[in-house]
C-alpha cells in the first residue's frame, strides 16, 4: 500500500529564499510529525498535528519555520528566508493513533541544501 | 519537550557478539517505547517497541525491556551480522501523542 510520501526529494536553493516542503501521510492517520535531521546527527522534532486539536510548534528552531496541514491530509512546512545552517533532511511522518500502535512510519525525507 | 538520554552513542561489536543500547527517560507518564533502525541513507524504521505495561519484549534475535521504576529500556541484538550495522534511535511517547527521540546510536557489526 501507499507510504508516506515527500516531495521533493532533493532541494538546493540559495541564502535568503524561502522553500516549500510537502508531505503526503498515510490515508486515515490522523498524527503527522516533521523532524529535521542534520548530517550524522539524531531526530530533531519540529511540529506535530493531531486531527483538528492545535499543533504542537514547540520544535520549531525560529519564527522562520512554518507548518500547515488541511485536515488530515497533506502538510507543508515552510522555511523563510533560509540560512545555511538549514541545510538538513526533513523526514515527515504519520501514525495511525488507533490505540493500539503509535508506529510511526516515515518518509523518504526531503534533503535540502542551502547554499 | 522533554529528552531522552540513550547511551553509546558508537558501539562496536564482533559478528557474532551480542550488543546494548540504553535509554533513559524522564516524564514516568511516558507510555510508549519504539526503537527505529536507520541504515545509511534511508528512512527510519521501526524495528520493536514495548508499552509501559510490558517488562521485555523479545522479536527473533532483537529484545527489549523496560525498567519503569529506573525510568530505563533498553535494546538487546544477539549474534549480531553484518547486516545490523545502522543507527539505532530510541523514542518515547509522552504527553499523549507527542514522540521524542534519543540522540542515536551508530553500530558497527565487523565480520
Known amino acids: 500500500g501507499a507510504g508516506v510520501s515527500q516531495s521533493p526529494s532533493n532541494k538546493v536553493t540559495e541564502k535568503g529564499k524561502d522553500v516549500e516542503l510537502r508531505c503526503d501521510p498515510i490515508?486515515?492517520?490522523?498524527?503527522l510529525y516533521w523532524y529535521r535531521q542534520r548530517l550524522g546527527q539524531g531526530l530533531e522534532f519540529l511540529i506535530y498535528f493531531q486531527g483538528n486539536s492545535a499543533p504542537d510548534k514547540s520544535g520549531l528552531p525560529s519564527d522562520r519555520f512554518s507548518a500547515e496541514r488541511t485536515g488530515e491530509s497533506v502538510s507543508t512546512l515552510t522555511i523563510q528566508r533560509t540560512q545555511q545552517e538549514d541545510s538538513a533532511v526533513y523526514l515527515c511522518a504519520s501514525s495511525s493513533d488507533s490505540g493500539s500502535s503509535n508506529e510511526q512510519f516515515f518518509g523518504p525525507g526531503t534533503r535540502l541544501t542551502v547554499l | 519537550g522533554e529528552n531522552v538520554e540513550q547511551h553509546p552513542s558508537t558501539l562496536s561489536v564482533q559478528e557474532g557478539d551480542s550488543a546494548v543500547i540504553k535509554c533513559t527517560y524522564s516524564d514516568s507518564a511516558s507510555n510508549y517505547f519504539p526503537w527505529y533502525k536507520q541504515e545509511l541513507g534511508k528512512r527510519p524504521q521501526l524495528i520493536i517497541d514495548i508499552r509501559s505495561n510490558v517488562g521485555e519484549k523479545k522479536d527473533q534475535r532483537i529484545a527489549v525491556t523496560l525498567n519503569k521504576t529506573a525510568k530505563h529500556f533498553s535494546l538487546h541484538i544477539t549474534e549480531t551480522q553484518p547486516e545490523d550495522s545502522a543507527v539505532y534511535f530510541c523514542a518515547e511517547i509522552y504527553n499523549n501523542n507527542d514522540m521524542r527521540f534519543g540522540a542515536g546510536t551508530r553500530l558497527t557489526v565487523k565480520p
Open positions: 490515508s486515515g492517520h490522523t498524527a
